[in-house]
């Protein structure tokens, strides 16, 4: 799939030293979305909320940008890729979604805030794919430390959790969309003081979702491994839309969600920093289903009567039902596809990811509608499906086949 009106004559990726203050302008760069994300996620649905939507208004409301950014974020990308100087797209990202900002202050019925949330995910749906491509232009480079980079904006996004937390508790659901704004508007700032690093080496991994996937990725066993992770990851979609609306409503604070949200994503960071030893001591299938199993659990505990310590002990699971998963997930792509196929498997995981998140955010509207916090129960059959996805690729991966083959020929 082609852009149009691409100009042909974009510099090359530009050679020699490294921008002034690489690192530090990247680290700031990827906190500016960060910020956004941490008003947004936990606190969005509770805005919504407070505008009198029915819940399964409020899964339509948060599910139909997710199928919509499946589709922008990749051609933005290969805009991008194409530009010459990926920064700019950056900026008019941040413009565009600012401006969408201001106008959802306007908003107060479901169709009106359908539409232009829906355009504002549209437009800034490109930002931090963009922010992540440059940051590995750097880390190859001139061999920055990715991780180093990436972490101030899991930081960014536990201070912004925490600072919403305590600003709801004060004035209530009213404070979303300024704090949004005011992120758009850093993200505005930080975009203009972005590296410039000139065309990429090779296609950033959103824009490969406009290809078709090589022969390696079309393997039976990994596309069953693919789908089983992807679907453990859409089963959070529950907790990304209703958990601060249900803490809200059995009377925890907003500081107290805020530390039930700040404490999933401070989990994740650790389990991320260990990362390197723990793939040295346990086989990557032992990280990938130790995510997968201790899904079915969180999301079957859930509904419980845990009181906040056992729901901060919940969260923490986080660290293995998405961070040792992923982990996990992309060591099996680099031992299974080629480098060159880098930019595909990550379109591909991208894609997937996307699509039934927002299939079981939709979901997740009706679902808790229907039966309040025992909705979560729909996510552990989820969870469990994507076991069984799981098991399948396991079960069927060409290395494992050949092996039981030269056994069963031995006996």
């Known amino acids: 799939m082609r852009s149009p009106h691409v100009p042909s004559s974009a510099p090359a990726f530009v050679a020699g030293p490294p921008p002034r203050h690489f690192a530090l302008r990247i680290a700031l760069l990827f906190s500016a979305p960060l910020i956004v994300n941490g008003f947004a996620m936990p606190y969005f649905p509770v805005w919504l909320s407070s505008l009198s939507l029915s819940d399964f208004e409020i899964g339509i409301v948060l599910a139909v940008p997710m199928f919509v950014r499946v589709i922008t974020a990749p051609l933005a990308g290969v805009l991008a890729d194409r530009i010459g100087e990926r920064s700019i797209v950056l900026i008019w990202s941040g413009v565009l979604s600012f401006a969408a900002a201001i106008i959802l202050f306007h908003a107060q019925r479901f169709w009106p805030v359908l539409v232009i949330y829906t355009l504002q995910s549209a437009v800034y749906s490109p930002y931090m794919p963009i922010v992540e491509a440059i940051a590995l232009s750097g880390v190859r480079r001139w061999g920055f430390d990715y991780a180093q980079m990436r972490v101030w904006g899991s930081v960014a996004f536990i201070g912004a959790t925490m600072l919403g937390g305590w600003l709801i508790g004060i004035v209530g659901g009213q404070m979303v969309l300024p704090a949004m704004a005011a992120g758009f508007a850093l993200a505005i700032l930080l975009a203009v003081a972005a590296p410039r690093v000139g065309r990429p080496r090779r296609p950033s991994p959103i824009t490969a979702i406009t290809e078709p996937p090589p022969q390696s990725l079309r393997q039976t066993d990994l596309q069953l491994l693919l789908v089983g992770v992807t679907l453990i990851n859409s089963s959070h979609a529950m907790l990304f839309a209703f958990s601060a609306i249900y803490w809200q409503h059995i009377g925890y604070s907003g500081t107290q969600i805020g530390v039930l949200w700040s404490a999933g994503v401070a989990a994740e960071v650790l389990m991320f920093f260990f990362a390197k030893a723990i793939v040295r001591r346990f086989s990557v299938w032992t990280m990938i289903f130790s995510g997968c199993l201790l899904a079915v659990i969180r999301w079957l505990i859930f509904p419980m009567d845990l009181g906040f310590s056992g729901y901060f002990v919940l969260q923490c699971f986080h660290a293995f039902t998405y961070a040792i998963m992923h982990t996990g997930m992309q060591h099996k792509l680099v031992e299974r596809v080629a480098e060159e196929q880098e930019a595909s498997a990550q379109g ?64």
């Not at 808790?368 to 996805?389: H, T």
């Open 348 to 411: 591909l995981y991208f894609f997937y990811t996307g699509v039934f998140t927002a299939i079981f955010t939709f979901l997740s509207g009706y679902f808790y509608a229907w039966f309040g916090v025992d909705g979560f129960y729909s996510m552990s059959v989820v969870a469990l499906s994507g076991c069984l996805f799981t098991f399948l690729g396991w079960f069927l991966q060409p290395q494992r086949l050949a092996s039981a083959g030269k056994t069963s020929e031995a006996s």
